[in-house]
């Protein structure tokens, strides 16, 4: 008798993804065996992506990210070299949670001007339930809330819309 073969059916992540309200569209990537884009939380604009990559075949990823904003590079560059280093490692810090893995785009050993961030949560099957799916989405959602908080906090203008409110500032999500 042949072994089964590895993987996790897409339409059980699916009807997963349906119970939890989020809607999900699948959608075709040359790295993966299947791809799910969806709206989380379900009562938001904001995108999340579900993948079963080709390699490990037995993994989900939970993927999420964000893009500096021209206002937020503009901000960005005109700090001192200090600064920009002491902002990289505050985004580090914001990012980093647990179940979830980060990494901060346009930042390297010889370069350090941060175009964006990318948050990705990991269930193998062996410990792939609903709750647990459920779980890792909260994670990376929250992890990319903390970055974006740290951008602005950082980067934004430094002007209120109104006296006693909070500014957002704006921020581009991919």
Sequence with gaps: MAAAKPG??????EGWLRDMGCDPVRTGDESSNWRFDLVFP????????????????RA????????????????????GEDARR???????EALNR???ECTIQGVTASSIRPSGFQVM??????????????????AVYKAELAGILC???RLAPR??????????????VQ
């Design 8 to 13: 996790i059916e897409a339409s059980v992540m």
């Design 42 to 57: 379900p009562t938001s604009s904001h995108k999340l992506f579900v993948v079963n990559p080709k390699q490990p075949p």
């Design 60 to 79: 989900i990823l939970v993927v999420s990210g964000a893009v500096l904003s021209p206002a937020h590079l503009a901000a960005f560059d005109s700090l």
């Design 86 to 92: 002491e902002f990289v490692l505050d985004l580090q």
């Design 98 to 100: 647990d179940h979830v």
């Design 121 to 138: 949560g990991i269930i193998f099957d062996d410990g792939l339930s609903l709750d647990a799916l459920a779980l890792r989405m909260s």
């Design 151 to 153: 951008v602005t906090r």
């Design 159 to 172: 002007s209120d819309p109104a006296p006693g409110a909070p500014n957002l500032g704006k921020y581009g």
